[in-house]
């Protein structure tokens, strides 16, 4: 293990479980206090139907994906605003759609022989310094964005009526979560796949926010959470020479299952409440 | 404006989602200081008409001033507690921050409040009886707790004119009688306008009642043409008729 610390693919993998961290504690605890992990699940689905595009039309995944999904997302953000009676419906097709539209789009390229699954759980071992750039541009991007409208999201996510008659532009401020969301799969789900990046977006805000007092603090507590199942998870991998991305799920998982347990024991006059 | 100018005045509004009004030809006066309480059958169109008021929604006919201007420009004027708001059950946030946001929004989005902010906001918490709880989890206090929370927040900008929507749904018996004592202590400091359900608690406490059904009726006092309006033809003569017309309709700050 120590020998693997030395090898640079490793401590890129290394960096690139922290910097998908930073994303995924910060939009991942926007989407939690939202209750948006449907709809980010029908995003992150949605954006093989901008790999598959990409690679039909022979142009580069990385932005051709990231239109298609910032498209996608914001097309689902007014659906759930125009349609609210069928939103739940539309987007379940939205979900399928994008996820069987790229497959088949991939289908339909001739002489091209990657696998479309390696998107389902990434490649975090195989991160280059241009991937680690362009994840740690998006992360300061999104930090700044989220520090500057920090109390219009708070006010939005805990009471959109209040926020509303405050004078916040509730809309907007969805459309703009829903723009970060796209960003974040778009670029994480190359590293560490689709099902790492929605495990990464829901299990740490879920288990952060029963133990902080701010919105804040469950961003960073979340963050730190990430860190730590990710490091684990890859640890786990090269001892047990697993799968990176499903030994990093696992981890997440028992200690959301950890966490349940615990804070179902806590006293009803713990300092926490 | 003039001192004499009333802090609400609806003239001839109609409000329709698409092409049904709900709200229609509507005119409603309320003065500095007053305590209102709208009363109405569900569907009756008394959140809209709150909407209306915070300028969240426009009238199609009609004009709507608040302090003698558009909603939209006294909105730091307005304080709202709204209706069973819908919070996430184990949203991370204390008390004192759930206060804090119901400051003024402009100029001040990125995280972090200044001393003078906080002070206001335990101001506001002692208002209502809550300063003791402000480091506490917001999903940790009583249903009535988490309204008188509220409350403070509405109050926190200072706000000539308070808008509460069916504060009392989800709080116990004890607790309604608590929040409807603590809004009669707003005023006259505060105009107070309370959309309820329960008439019977309104109606002890207030300066004057309207009924809102599609149209308004707004008066001193509970009469036939208001039960009818609320209740339908037979309303002056149900049995709660004769109780609720039998109320003193007097205020204790106004006597």
């Known amino acids: 293990m120590t020998a693997l610390l030395h090898l640079q693919f490793f401590q890129y993998a290394l960096a690139a479980a922290l910097l998908a ?5 910060m939009v991942g605890t926007l989407i939690t206090v939202n209750r948006r992990t449907f709809l980010a699940g029908a995003v992150s689905h949605a954006a093989y139907g901008g790999v598959g595009l990409a690679i039909f039309l022979g142009m580069p995944v ?46 339909f390229s001739e002489g091209y022989n990657a696998d479309l699954m390696s998107y389902l759980f990434g490649s975090i071992l195989a991160v280059s310094m241009r991937d680690l750039i362009i994840m ?75 133990h902080t007092r701010s919105l804040g603090q469950t961003m960073i507590l979340a963050t730190l959470i990430c860190v730590g199942v990710t490091l684990s998870g890859l640890a786990l991998a090269v001892a047990a020479n697993l799968t990176s991305g499903a030994a990093i799920v696992a981890v997440a998982v028992a200690v959301c299952m950890l966490n349940a347990v615990l804070t179902r024991r806590r006293p009803r006059n713990s300092p926490l409440a | 404006m003039t001192s004499a100018a009333p802090t609400v005045a609806l003239r001839h509004v109609t409000f329709a989602y ?41 009238p199609q006919k009609g004009t709507i001033q608040v302090c003698g201007e558009s909603p939209r420009k006294r909105q730091t004027s307005i304080g709202y507690v709204p209706q069973h708001a819908a919070f996430q059950p184990h949203f991370p946030i204390t008390v004192l921050e759930t206060v804090l946001m119901g400051l003024p929004r402009e100029g001040r989005r990125t995280p972090g409040y200044r001393a003078e902010d906080k002070d206001r906001a335990m101001t506001a918490l002692k208002q209502v009886g809550m300063e003791r709880e402000a480091r506490k989890r917001f999903d940790a206090l009583s249903g009535g707790q988490k309204q008188r929370t509220l409350v403070a927040r509405a109050l926190v900008a200072a706000p000539k004119l308070v808008l509460c929507d069916e504060p009392t749904a989800n709080v116990d018996p004890h607790g309604k009688v608590c929040l409807f004592d603590l809004f009669a202590s707003l005023v006259p400091r505060h105009t107070v306008i309370v959309v309820s359900h329960d008439l019977v608690a309104t109606a002890s406490s207030v300066t004057s009642v309207a009924v809102v059904n599609r149209r308004i009726i707004q008066r001193r006092r509970l009469d036939a043409a208001m039960l ?22 007097s205020h204790p700050h106004r006597p």
């Open chain 2, 228 to 249: 009818t309006l609320m209740y339908g033809e037979h309303g002056a003569s149900c049995p709660i008729s004769e109780y609720l017309q039998g109320l003193p309709q």
């Open chain 1, 21 to 25: 961290s930073i994303a995924c504690g």
């Open chain 2, 18 to 58: 698409g092409t049904e009004p709900v709200l229609e030809d509507i005119d409603f006066t309320v003065m500095a200081g007053d305590y209102v309480a709208v009363v109405g059958p569900n569907g009756g169109g008394k959140t809209t008409l709150i909407k209306l008021i915070l300028g969240v929604l426009s």
């Open chain 1, 62 to 107: 990385l932005p051709v994906t990231l239109v298609f999904t910032v498209a996608a997302a914001l097309l689902m953000a007014v659906i759930v605003r125009r349609l609210p009676a069928r939103a739940d419906s539309l987007i379940g097709v939205l979900w399928a759609a994008g996820m069987s539209a790229g497959i088949l789009l991939v289908d």
């Open chain 1, 136 to 210: 740690a541009a998006a992360d300061l991007l999104m930090a700044a964005i989220i520090f500057f409208w920090y109390k219009d999201f708070l006010a939005m996510s805990f009471d959109t009526e209040f926020a509303r008659a405050l004078g916040v532009p509730v809309e907007r401020m969805h459309d703009l979560l829903q723009i970060l969301i796209a960003v974040a799969v778009v670029l994480l789900i190359q590293l560490v796949g689709l099902v790492l990046v929605m495990a990464l977006f829901t299990i740490p805000p879920m288990v952060a926010e029963t």
